[in-house]
């Protein structure tokens, strides 16, 4: 689970994955529809949990 604030303005994104690194690249680079009118974002939050259930 991770949870990133936009730099930009007030916005919080929360979401899942198995790739933290990757994910948030491609938040960054603009390619989720959803966050990118946010750009830039930073990391707030991140924790690894075994499986989605438990997240």
Known sequence: MSTLSSLSCT????GLTHNHERRIKQHNSGLNKT?????????????????????
Do not use: C, H, W
Request: no cysteine; hydrophobic share 35%; glycine share 0%.
């Open 35 to 55: 966050t990118k009118p946010y750009l830039p974002f930073k990391v707030i939050y991140l924790e690894e949990f075994q499986d989605r259930p438990s997240a």
């Open 11 to 14: 916005y919080i994104y929360f």
